[in-house]
């Protein structure tokens, strides 16, 4: 017996229309449902671009998908591409339960041709009824394949294929309204996060970069990700800023190339991996900066102190 769902509208282009599309005055175009049962009426949250959610509006939508979820009924939240990613990150930090969530949107607007949202809500309604998703987590749902909240980036700004999970590769699809999974993503614990106000910025190792922006923005922040180059690596003045800056507030480091690590004991020059390491700079090669930060926002809001940041973030050191 497929489980009851329920659907949690967040705005984005699948809720837009127009010749310059805006949101729409109904919100989501729930013709694609159909047949399909629904535990209650849709709940609009937002009517936004996902850039312009604030941090308490996400963690509304988050709370409110893990909260439906964990009752047992599927739950589908549709929302603006741009954070997709990030806000599927926020929902998975939060849930540990068996229930799926499920994220997707559109690339094309309601009153595009071709409009791709449609399809994309009737897949993702499936994947939330299914018996295949039970214990996946939360999941991106999009052009028939399923990506898990942890590995997917939004990978093309204008194709209907927008999302992809370059580390690796889709967790399964679905055609036909039919799910398939050829893989399942390592469940982590739930974070109980009390609130998202801490202030994480993200700054980048580049070519002749020096640190001095890490200097800059230490004393303002709550926490810093660090972009390194390669497989770990920066130059030695890059390095002494973030030492400086970890004295003050946590530093977790991810690595620039969209797959691969942060080594441990491969190279010996001053500024590569074993220094990063060496310096308490939280490793966490597995994601990508974006996630990284809203991890980090995450472990903050929910009063961690640096060892359990350091847990939190050592499943995806490898």
């Known amino acids: 017996m497929p489980r009851p769902v329920r659907i949690l509208d967040a705005g984005g282009t699948i809720a837009m229309s127009g010749p310059l599309a805006r949101p729409a005055a109904g919100g989501l175009e729930t013709a694609a449902i159909g047949e399909v049962p629904l535990a209650g009426p849709v709940e609009i949250l937002a009517r936004t671009s996902s850039v312009q959610l604030e941090r308490d509006q996400a963690l509304t939508i988050a709370r409110r998908a893990c909260e439906l979820a964990a009752a047992g009924d599927g739950v589908v939240v549709t929302c603006g591409t741009d954070l997709m990613e990030e806000l599927a990150l926020l929902c998975d930090l939060l849930y540990a339960g068996q229930a799926p969530i499920v994220l997707t949107g559109a690339m094309r607007s309601a009153s595009a041709p071709g409009a791709d949202g449609p399809a994309n809500l009737r897949d993702a309604l499936a994947v939330a009824r299914s018996a295949e998703a039970a214990g996946v987590g939360v999941l991106v749902c999009f052009a028939g394949e399923l990506h898990a909240a942890r590995a997917v980036r939004k990978v ?25 999974l050829v893989a399942r993503p390592e469940r982590r614990p739930a974070i109980e996060v009390e609130r998202l106000d801490a202030r994480v910025e993200v700054v980048r190792v580049g070519l002749a970069a020096d640190g001095r922006v890490v200097d800059l923005v230490a004393d303002a922040v709550d926490g810093l990700v660090v972009v390194l180059a390669g ?48 310096a308490g ?27 359990a940041v350091a847990r939190v973030f050592a499943a995806d050191d490898r």
């Open 281 to 307: 700079i939280v490793c966490a090669g597995a994601l990508s900066a974006d996630a990284a930060r809203i991890t980090l926002m995450a472990c903050l809001g929910a009063g961690l102190d640096a060892d």
């Open 231 to 278: 497989a770990g690596h920066l130059a030695p003045a890059y390095l002494r800023a973030l030492e400086r800056a970890r004295r003050r507030i946590p530093v977790v480091a991810v690595a620039r190339p969209q797959r691969g690590s942060i080594l441990r004991s491969t190279y010996g020059f001053e500024g590569a991996e074993g220094d990063v390491r060496a």
């Open 156 to 180: 093309d700004s204008t194709s209907p294929t927008g999302f992809g999970s370059p580390g690796s590769g889709p967790l399964g699809y679905v055609a036909e309204e039919r799910v398939s």
